[in-house]
């Protein structure tokens, strides 16, 4: 197991997803923010009604022990009252890819 992180969250437009990108890589919270190249559509539950909204999906590179200081700044700059915020633990990672994310991510 390593101590990286990708963090996943979805963003109502492109210009929301690139401002979090400029958020995180500015705070040092982030090595890489990766925003995909097109829309997905996504349905869910919200206040009791079925929702649809074209989102963008957006992958945050950094440590295990950034993850709350990324989700507390996702949560300030992100436009949804509750933006799904979810981290997976990555297992394996070359360790030159290990150091690139360790020497990025600086904050403490």
């Not at 197991?1 to 492109?14: A, F, G, N, R, S």
């Not at 957006?58 to 436009?79: M, Y």
Request: net charge negative; proline share 4%; hydrophobic share 40%.
């Amino acid at each position: 197991m390593t101590d990286i992180v990708e963090i996943h969250v979805t963003c109502p437009t492109l210009d929301v997803a690139r401002e979090l990108t400029h958020a995180l890589l500015d705070a040092r919270l982030a090595a890489c923010c990766n925003i995909s190249s097109k829309e997905v559509d996504s349905r869910y539950l919200w206040e009791g009604k079925k929702e649809r909204h074209d989102e963008w999906p957006l992958t945050i590179k950094t440590r295990a022990d950034l993850f709350d200081a990324c989700a507390e700044t996702i949560r300030r700059n992100h436009p949804y009252d509750t933006p799904a915020i979810f981290g997976f633990k990555v297992d394996l990672v070359d360790k030159a890819t290990a150091d690139w994310i360790a020497e990025s991510c600086s904050a403490a």
